[in-house]
Every structure is written in structure tokens, then in C-alpha cells.
């Protein structure tokens, strides 16, 4: 992938490390690397090289074997990399054993979403959120952190303070996540309060996969001014806005809503991260609708739209009725295996996109392009009819 890279800006240089597993097609994880170096991109890391290796599963103990390792040392000595990025979470005895034989930073996926959060978490509440993620990610990684003790010789006694040192660190890990939770336990509280006065209106939260165009959307139909940017996670914090729309021409009703933008999700979201942040999601479980939002011009969002329903599932919001936006249609490609005709490939109109098998999902479907505002009308007359069953 390329992306626009300032020349002034001091980004570090980095490798993308991936294990193919024997029972996935080679596209999918040129697709998981596409994504992982869009994350190390929004973090503010160039990626130099790809690495991948063909296994039945990551190797236990250092995730790739012994012939990548010496590849990937070699690379990174030579053009002297900064981090190597692992698309997958590491343990804490694999980050130990890499380390000893790829001499420079390691950082695995969940490290590096934590890190692109920690960097655009805004609100009191988002900061502590990230925050007690972070030390819950650290939490067991703390021994690696004093690996140079074992690498001395001879000193009588070193074994000893090492040890000291590593279970105050724990001590003090363990007190701060107790801070934070009780920190966001009064956060919460008022969170409830705010939510309560809300009761008696119609609320419709936007959910969907990360960068899939969600705020751009909340943007045009509560004509707000939430964060749009072509970065992953560019949005964490909960945004609500009252929509009033035009009333109808039959009943002359208006319908009024309040409009919720949540943190998008991912795949592989650290889990810390799925506890922290269930209390920002509170909006997507408390609402009466949901609007699924997805980028139907991704290659894999079908994949994506998986993502999102399992995550869903996860934190209790499973079961809420749902209308579907696929959004960007104004870059819709069908894939070539794609079992939908197209007579001319040129041509991908609305028309021909509401005969293909997505648009026969359920009742609840529309195409839209929030950038250019495209088919908005009946997206809203759909949100219209299904707000007014409530």
C-alpha cells in the first residue's frame, strides 16, 4: 500500500512480520498486512519490508521459525530498522526469545492498536480507558522488561533484586489499575445520569468497522463536526447529536432522534481493549437501533462485517435491530469471483447494486456514499420508518 508520507515528518522505520496459515488463501494475509501497515502508518512508522511465513500455526515459541528469524535479523541489522511489528499478539516468552536475536524493538498488534488509541484519545474518559488497557497489556510482559539482569555474570545477589524489582513493578501495575477502575467507575456514574435524561428519546447509535466512514456520515445527517480522517481510529469518543428530521408528508410528524458515533472496531481487538472501552459502548447497547456501517469498496468487508457482529455479540448488543449502510459506493469494484453479473464492469450504478446478493440480505439495506452524499433520501426514509415502529 501507499500512503502519502510527509518528508519533514520523523517517522520510524519499521518490518511487518505475519504467519500465513496453511488453511487461508494467500490474498488474506496480503489484505491483514495492507491493514497492519495502515495501523503502523497511523502511528507514525514507514514500513520498509513484509515478512510471511507459510505455517500450520505461530510457533510457539518465537512465532516464526529459525530460518525467518535469521532473514528478518539480517534485514533489520542492515538497513537498521527501528521496530519490527508481529501481526499477532505475543506472548511474553516469544517477545523474550525474538528479542535475543532481533535486535530492535518488538511490538505486536495489540501494542500497536494500543498505541494509535493512547494518541488520539481526547476525553478524560478515553485517556483513562486506554490507560487501564495499557497496564493490563503490561501487566505480564513486566519480566521481559528486566531481562538484562540475567544477562549478568557472576554478581552474587543479582538474581535476587531482580526479582524484588520485577513484584514491586507489579505492585504498582496492580495498584494503578485499581486506581483507574474506580476512576472510571464515577466516570461512569455520570455517563448513566446523562443517559437517564435521555430515557424517553429514540436514540440510534452508528456502529461498524474502523475507518469505514461512520463520522462523515454523523457529520451530514446531525450536521455535526466529529473528527472525518483516512486514518484507523481517528474517532474514540462517544459523540451523541439530536437529529430532527423534515416531518412527513403524510402524518407531518417530524422525526426526532439522538444519533451516537462509537470507536469503530477491528479485527483482532486487544480484549483489554473490548473491557475498557465497554463503557463508551454503552451507547451501542443502550440504543433502540443500530446502524451498521460498512466500506463496500474493501475487498474483504464481508470479513469485516463478521468482525463487527461478532463484537457485537460480545458485549451484549447482539440481538438489536439493524439497518445496514454500505457506504462508498462511489468506489464500489465487484471482485472477480464475485458470484453477481455485471454486464458492463464500468458501470457499478445504484441501480445495479440493488441486484446484487447484498442488497438481498434483509429489508433493512441501503447504498450510500457520505462523501458525496449520495442516496442519503432513502437512507433517511428507511430510518424514518424504522424509528417510527418504535
Known amino acids: 500500500m501507499n500512503f502519502h508520507v510527509n518528508k519533514d515528518a520523523d517517522l520510524e522505520k519499521a518490518i511487518l512480520i505475519g504467519v500465513e496459515p496453511?488453511?487461508?488463501?494467500?490474498?488474506?494475509?496480503?489484505?491483514?498486512?495492507?491493514?497492519?501497515?495502515?495501523?503502523?502508518?497511523?502511528?507514525?512508522?514507514?514500513?520498509?519490508?513484509?515478512?510471511?511465513?507459510?505455517?500450520?500455526?505461530?510457533?510457539?515459541?518465537?512465532?516464526?521459525?529459525?530460518?525467518?528469524?535469521?532473514?528478518?535479523?539480517?534485514?533489520?541489522?542492515?538497513?537498521?530498522?527501528?521496530?519490527?511489528?508481529?501481526?499477532?499478539?505475543?506472548?511474553?516468552?516469544?517477545?523474550?526469545?525474538?528479542?535475543?536475536?532481533?535486535?530492535?524493538?518488538?511490538?505486536d498488534r495489540s501494542s500497536l492498536i494500543l498505541d494509535i488509541f493512547a494518541k488520539n484519545a481526547q476525553t478524560a474518559q478515553a485517556r483513562t480507558q486506554v490507560e487501564l488497557a495499557q497496564s493490563e497489556y503490561l501487566l505480564p510482559r513486566l519480566t521481559g522488561m528486566w531481562t538484562h539482569l540475567q544477562k549478568q555474570k557472576g554478581g552474587i545477589g543479582m538474581k535476587g533484586p531482580g526479582e524484588k524489582e520485577i513484584e514491586t513493578d507489579r505492585r504498582v501495575i496492580r495498584d494503578k489499575i485499581a486506581k483507574l477502575k474506580q476512576e472510571l467507575k464515577d466516570i461512569d456514574k455520570q455517563a448513566v445520569t446523562r443517559r437517564k435524561n435521555r430515557e424517553s428519546q429514540k436514540r440510534v447509535a452508528l456502529v461498524g468497522y474502523t475507518n469505514v466512514g461512520k463520522s462523515t456520515l454523523i457529520n451530514l445527517l446531525a450536521k455535526a463536526d466529529v473528527l472525518a480522517q483516512d486514518k484507523l481510529f481517528a474517532t474514540l469518543d462517544s459523540t451523541v447529536r439530536k437529529v430532527v428530521f423534515p416531518p412527513d408528508p403524510v402524518t407531518y410528524k417530524p422525526c426526532i432522534f439522538l444519533l451516537s458515533d462509537t470507536v469503530g472496531f477491528i479485527r483482532k481487538l486487544p480484549h483489554q481493549l473490548v473491557e475498557s472501552f465497554k463503557s463508551t459502548l454503552d451507547e451501542v447497547i443502550e440504543a433502540d437501533i443500530l446502524l451498521h456501517v460498512v466500506d463496500v469498496s474493501h475487498s474483504q468487508f464481508e470479513e469485516q462485517m463478521e468482525t463487527v457482529m461478532e463484537t457485537l455479540l460480545e458485549i451484549g448488543a447482539g440481538n438489536k435491530p439493524i439497518i445496514t449502510i454500505f457506504n462508498k459506493i462511489d468506489k464500489y469494484k465487484p471482485d472477480a469471483t464475485s458470484e453477481d453479473i455485471f454486464e458492463d464492469e464500468a458501470i457499478y450504478d445504484l441501480a445495479t447494486l440493488k441486484k446484487t446478493w447484498m442488497a438481498k440480505l434483509n429489508d433493512n439495506i441501503v447504498f450510500v456514499s457520505a462523501k458525496d452524499g449520495k442516496n442519503l433520501d432513502e437512507l433517511k426514509d428507511l430510518m424514518r420508518r424504522n424509528i417510527e415502529t418504535l
Open 22 to 107: 496453511k488453511n487461508l488463501p494467500l490474498k488474506s494475509t496480503v489484505v491483514y498486512l495492507d491493514e497492519l501497515e495502515f495501523l503502523a502508518f497511523t502511528a507514525g512508522a514507514q514500513t520498509l519490508k513484509r515478512f510471511t511465513q507459510r505455517l500450520e500455526y505461530p510457533n510457539p515459541k518465537t512465532y516464526i521459525g529459525k530460518g525467518k528469524i535469521e532473514d528478518v535479523s539480517a534485514y533489520v541489522k542492515e538497513h537498521a530498522i527501528d521496530l519490527a511489528i508481529f501481526d499477532d499478539e505475543l506472548s511474553p516468552s516469544q517477545i523474550r526469545n525474538l528479542e535475543e536475536h532481533i535486535h530492535c524493538k518488538i511490538v
